[in-house]
Nanobody, 127 residues
Framework: HVQLVESGGGSVQAGGSLRLSCAAS????????MGWFREVPGKEREAIAT???????AYADSLEGRFTISKDNDKNILYLQMDHLEVEDTALYRC??????????????????????WGEGTQVTVS
């Protein structure tokens, strides 16, 4: 079991940047694969990026280049650096964690409730 708490969201102008954080607590000694996805009401959840315990990453094709995922293993914090933000990036950003899965595989399932644990999310609004 792991608890995930996101932070760092807010309002930003188009073209700006934000860095989101996801603090993990609980059974952090497990080699979790973690990642980010986003939600917009009326749309399907969209996977963004994942990173496994050894640092291997996977990205959604449409977002790689503007978004960068990273992790501080000592602090058990997951990050998402978002640059060149667009109005279309407005969403609730949530982090997730799963185990016994590779980063690419988790990218394909993170947006589904059965995939593992989710945080409550942090809102990003781009105008």
């Amino acid at each position: 079991h792991v608890q995930l708490v996101e932070s760092g969201g807010g309002s930003v102008q188009a073209g700006g940047s934000l860095r989101l954080s996801c603090a993990a607590s609980g059974r952090t000694y497990i080699k979790w694969c973690m990642g980010w996805f986003r939600e917009v009401p009326g749309k399907e959840r969209e996977a963004i990026a994942t990173i496994d315990s050894s640092g291997i990453t996977a990205y959604a094709d449409s977002l790689e280049g503007r978004f960068t995922i990273s992790k501080d293993n000592d602090k058990n914090i997951l990050y998402l650096q978002m640059d060149h933000l667009e109005v279309e990036d407005t969403a609730l950003y949530r982090c997730g964690a799963s185990w016994d899965v590779t980063a690419p595989a988790y990218l394909g399932r993170i947006a589904y409730p059965w995939s593992g644990y989710w945080g409550e999310g942090t809102q990003v609004t781009v105008s």
